[in-house]
């Protein structure tokens, strides 16, 4: 069983940065892959960025593209999203989710692929 802990969310002005971490136990994380995840009020829940067990392989959403960068650490069990430039639209919980398969560059987009999740870490853009 993986536990999923996010931390690193805030407030922050339209422009501004903030770094997202999600701490894993209870699993083998090298052998996970992982995504951030994010829900804005009244809406569903979008993918927002992947990675692959290795670390290898990542993809993101076009609305973040160029702007957030996932990276991993698979000796420190963590997962992290630099998010650069952000905007107002930004705003929303942000979740981790991870998904344990036997496929090492393989990523998942669906959040019906991933087994576990975090709590969620609310991040607020302020225009």
């Known amino acids: 069983q993986v536990q999923l802990v996010e931390s690193g969310g805030g407030l922050v002005q339209a422009g501004g940065s903030l770094r997202l971490s999600c701490a894993a136990s209870?699993?083998?994380?090298?052998?996970?892959?992982a995504a951030w995840f994010r829900q804005a009020p009244g809406k569903e829940r979008d993918f927002v960025a992947g990675i692959s067990a290795s670390g290898s392989k990542t993809l993101y959403a076009d609305s973040v593209k160029g702007r957030f960068t996932i990276s991993r650490d698979n000796a420190q069990n963590t997962v992290s999203l630099l998010m650069n430039s952000l905007k107002p639209e930004d705003t929303a919980v942000y979740y981790c989710?991870?998904?344990?398969?036997?496929?090492?560059?393989?990523?998942?987009?669906?959040?019906?692929?991933?087994?576990?999740w975090g709590q969620g870490t609310q991040v607020t853009v302020s225009s």
């Open positions: 989710a991870g998904h344990i398969t036997v496929y090492w560059y393989n990523i998942y987009s669906r959040q019906e692929q991933y087994d576990y």
């Open positions: 209870g699993g083998t994380f090298s052998r996970t892959a």
